[in-house]
């Protein structure tokens, strides 16, 4: 059976996933280049979470952390073989956790902690557990 045919919901998650990621580069990228005085590669140290260019930065940063591990688990979990059906339980409430937490990272300006959008950054640390767990299950079974 094609991998596409297996895997085909997973590899749409995983473009859900990218795609998110590319819209927080852009909107980071687009608010600091905004900004006068903008320097390319630096954002104002002075920002604070009352910032949206601030807040977009931390967005976008907080996915360079958290996505590569993801994705770096998807694509073990594809080449094991790993339950197809898990996969995309963990992949989509990946995708799902952090297209929220963007959401309100862009729209609410706390210093809290936990702030609304930890949940949900939670959300997305637990699925990348889930998905650890289930390679760690398929490769003790193969």
């Known amino acids: 059976m094609e991998l596409t045919t297996i895997y085909g919901t997973a590899f749409w998650g995983m473009f859900v996933i990218l795609v998110t990621w590319m819209a927080q580069w852009f909107v980071a990228a687009i608010s600091k280049a905004r900004k006068e005085g903008a320097v390319p590669g630096k954002v104002d140290e002075s920002l604070g979470h009352e910032s949206f260019t601030f807040r977009a930065h931390r967005t976008f940063m907080n996915s360079i952390e958290n996505v ?16 197809a059906f898990w996969l995309m339980i963990c992949i989509w409430s990946f995708a799902v956790a952090r297209i929220i937490h963007m959401l309100l990272y862009y729209a609410v300006a706390t210093n809290e ?6 949940y949900f950054f939670l959300m997305g640390l637990l699925s990348n557990i889930a998905l650890l767990a289930l390679c760690a299950k398929t490769l003790i079974n193969l």
């Open 113 to 118: 902690n936990p702030s609304p959008r930890s």
């Open 68 to 83: 590569p591990i993801m994705l770096g688990m998807i694509l073990l979990a594809i080449l094991i073989g790993a339950d």
